[in-house]
């Protein structure tokens, strides 16, 4: 077992909507979890041996127990398929700590979050944060039918409610009418959160963007392509140092940093290798990274301060980390 994980026992499994479970886990070892913020994720490793990274959809301020839901993917290699066919209730997973690279904006002056589909997950956690907080917030669900759209008991009662709309079977052609219609009366300083598929949430960005109102667009991608962030201004080939011991490695066309710093007997941690979860993410010195991860927030992208090792690469021929 990795460090930083644990083991702990699936104690109620729910068809929450069509294609979508629920398993809620218990500590193995009697412990309560710790406290986490509100749009965290896990690594949870499936039966097949398949690490993922999936939300936390519980309330945050309960440490008995915590809640993922997971989408059974067509396409699965073996991560969403197996937690689906190979899960029973009593069944033993191994888990990371949360992480979270999806936080609320605590001095925002409100919040409206925006999911579709599995995405509500992250999103039911902040909720949960929001109401118990007494901040104002509002969430919008986007789902092809009822029977597509998870959680709807917890959703459809309080203290959800009167904060809660649902929004199905819209067509591509009606969503971006739909989503200026949910940001149409947010106040100046609003900040959006939205989780669902790719083309979704770019829906958002887009129509967040032009709204004057909304402060910023938070994301979570669960899956994305690094290639689609190449602006084709990185070098093929540079040089990483590492700032505390002076090694210099070089890292070639097509290998990423963490390979390369494995070659000079560094790991770093690593979990999706594509770009979105953060456990990879160091500390830059100096240099001009290119980022083609889709965790770093804006600010943390301008700063130049951080980088994701697994897919990202360098515009200067030198990058110094403090690994
Ligand atoms: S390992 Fe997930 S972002 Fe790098």
Do not use: W
């Amino acid at each position: 077992m990795q460090a930083n994980t644990f083991k702990v026992r699936v104690d109620s499994i729910r068809d929450e909507a069509h294609g979508i479970r629920s398993f809620r886990i218990t500590r193995v070892d009697g412990q309560p979890f710790d406290n986490y913020e509100a749009g965290a994720h896990i690594d949870v490793t499936a039966p097949s041996g398949i690490t993922r990274q999936y939300s936390l959809c519980s309330d945050p301020a309960l440490s008995d127990f915590q809640l993922f839901a997971v989408k059974r993917e067509p396409e699965s290699r073996g991560g969403s398929r197996s937690l689906h066919d190979d899960v029973a209730i009593g069944s033993e997973l191994v888990v990371g700590q949360p992480r979270n690279l999806f936080r609320l904006v605590d001095d925002a002056r409100a919040h409206v979050l925006i999911g579709a589909g599995i995405g509500i997950t992250p999103l039911l956690s902040m909720a949960y944060q929001l109401a118990a907080n007494g901040k104002p917030f509002v969430l919008h669900y986007f789902a092809r039918s009822e029977a597509h759209a998870a959680f709807l008991p917890a959703l459809s009662q309080e203290p959800f409610a009167a904060n809660v709309q649902f929004h199905y079977g819209l067509g591509s052609d009606d969503l971006a009418a739909a989503l200026r219609g949910c940001l149409a009366d947010t106040a100046s300083g609003t900040h959006v959160y939205t989780c669902g598929p790719a083309p979704f949430m770019d829906a958002v960005v887009a129509v967040g963007e032009a709204t004057p109102t909304i402060a910023e667009v938070h994301l979570e991608r669960f899956s994305a392509d690094p290639a689609a962030m190449d602006t084709g201004a990185a070098l093929d080939e540079f040089d990483v140092k590492i700032s505390g011991s002076g090694q210099v490695v070089h890292v070639s066309k097509g290998e990423t940093i963490v390979s390369a710093l494995a070659t000079i007997g560094i790991e770093i941690d690593t979990s999706c290798g594509e770009g979105v979860c953060g456990t990879c993410m160091v500390d830059v010195v100096e240099g001009d990274p290119e980022h083609r991860d889709h965790c770093l927030s804006k600010a943390e992208r301008a700063s130049n301060k951080v980088i994701c090792c697994c897919v990202s690469r360098s515009r200067s021929p030198l990058l110094v980390l403090d690994v």
